[in-house]
Antibody, heavy 118, light 107 residues
């Protein structure tokens, strides 16, 4: 069955780089897209970015300069790297799947809480 | 970027009411609109996609519609278990954007 699971450090210091991994199963990264969505505590959902089935990427306009999404198809993993972290980046980070551009996010990971604090 | 203006921010409804939540897109999005329900401590779950199509396993009391660039989620005779936060998402063009969310309480 389709599954996604996020992993990464729970605590990151300000100005440092966040590295998260989304490990997927039950589908291929070469025929589906994976997106990152984040949610600050008590706030709404924010689309962070995506890696498409062909390997191209798209990013949130406000985060673009600090963000990189990549993948390792042999390991069924998608990676998020965000540098120059600030306290406003504290959030739950979810990875989610969409079969194709324009289609909805049909499966979600459980999310991983990331706190930016010294 | 396409803006999605969602309303109301919160509402409380009884079991006999019809609940309506709306999202207005800042431009045409060709029905690339989906709705999600999120409960505390959980991941969002897909309810409606392509503006009007019901996702697998979602009760038929949920429905979606469109009028112009305004999209609506309707819950007919809601259940207590329908309490949660609802979000719309446009996936017409990147960057994709969510509505701000509607907190629904069913009394």
């Amino acid at each position: 069955q389709v599954q996604l699971k996020e992993s990464g450090p729970g605590l990151v210091q300000p100005s440092q780089t966040l590295s998260l991994t989304c490990t997927v199963s039950g589908f291929s990264l070469t025929s589906n897209s994976v997106h990152w969505v984040r949610q600050p505590p008590g706030k709404g959902l924010e689309w962070v970015g995506a890696i498409w089935s062909g390997g191209s990427t798209d990013y949130n306009s406000a985060l673009k300069s600090r963000l990189s999404i990549s993948r390792d198809t042999s390991k069924s993993q998608v990676f998020l790297k965000m540098n120059s972290l600030q306290t406003e980046d504290t959030a739950i980070y979810f990875c989610t799947r969409s079969v194709y551009y324009g289609l909805p996010f049909d499966y979600w990971g459980q999310g991983v809480m990331v706190t930016v604090s010294s | 970027d396409i803006q999605m203006t969602q309303s109301p921010a919160s509402l409380s409804a009884s079991l006999e009411e019809i609940v309506t939540i709306t999202c207005k897109a800042s431009q045409g999005i060709d029905d690339y609109l989906s709705w999600y329900q999120q409960k505390p401590g959980k991941s969002p779950q897909l309810l409606i996609y392509d503006a009007t199509s019901l996702a697998d396993g979602v009760p038929s009391r949920f429905s979606g519609s469109r009028s112009g660039t305004q999209y609506s989620l309707k819950i007919s005779r809601p259940q207590v278990d329908d309490s949660g936060i609802y979000y719309c998402l446009q996936s017409y063009s990147t960057p994709f954007t969510f509505g701000s969310g509607t907190k629904l309480e069913i009394k």
